[in-house]
Every structure is written in C-alpha cells, then in structure tokens.
C-alpha cells in the first residue's frame, strides 16, 4: 500500500491570523519554523459536549464556534503554544483553531489517511 503525502508552507505576513474551527479528513505533522502558533484542539469523541447532540458541526468540517471567546469551555477542550522548533501530530477528524504570529512560518506535513 502506497502513502500519499502533502506538504504546506503556511506564512503569516503582517498582522496576527486565526484559522476557523474546522477538522480535517487527513492526519498531519505540523512544525513551527519561526514565530508562534497558539492552538486549541478538541478529540472527535468530544464533539458532541461542544456542539449538542447531532448538531450541524458535527456533520461538517467547519463551525461558527468561537473558542476564543467561550471562557467555560468545556474540559476536554487542549491548549498549547508552539514555539520555533515544537510539532504537534494533528489526528485526522481533529477539531483545531490557530491563532498565528505575523512573520510565523508553519510546515504542515499530512499524510493519507
């Protein structure tokens, strides 16, 4: 069985960037090259916690949720910063947002699946 895999090149230019809540269909390996990225990640089993029982979010890739803002968030909801030289391993079918440095460079290794 032959792997496909991607590689991004995400470059913030000059001001602070935040991606939308979303979840993605590959898995991936993210490395910050220089700045920083502050993220929030969310485990598929607990989606149902943050956005009801067979809610819309939940059949989608992409949601209104604003994690930023929602200070009772709920537990299971993961928090980190990731400074030049940090990866994270992004699972597939993750919910994810980032808040990028401006001049931040992120390499996004995804592999399939």
């Known amino acids: 069985m032959i792997s496909e895999s991607m590689l991004q090149v995400i470059i ?3 001001e602070v960037s935040r991606c939308s809540l979303h979840k ?3 898995g991936g390996v993210w490395v910050v090259t220089a700045g920083s990225r502050e993220v929030w ?4 089993w607990a989606e149902v ?3 009801g029982e067979g809610g819309e979010e939940c ?3 992409f949601s209104e949720y604003d994690v930023w803002q929602d200070a009772e968030r709920c537990s299971a909801w993961q928090h980190t910063s990731l400074l030049p030289g940090d990866w994270l391993r992004m699972p597939k079918g993750w919910w994810h947002v980032a ?3 401006p001049g ?3 390499l ?3 592999t399939n699946p």
């Open 104 to 106: 931040s460079v992120m």
């Open 12 to 14: 913030t230019t000059s």
């Open 24 to 26: 993605d269909n590959t």
């Open 108 to 110: 996004n290794f995804r």
């Open 49 to 51: 916690d943050v956005f």
């Open 59 to 61: 059949r989608s890739c």
């Open 41 to 44: 990640v969310l485990p598929p």
């Open 99 to 101: 808040e990028s440095t």
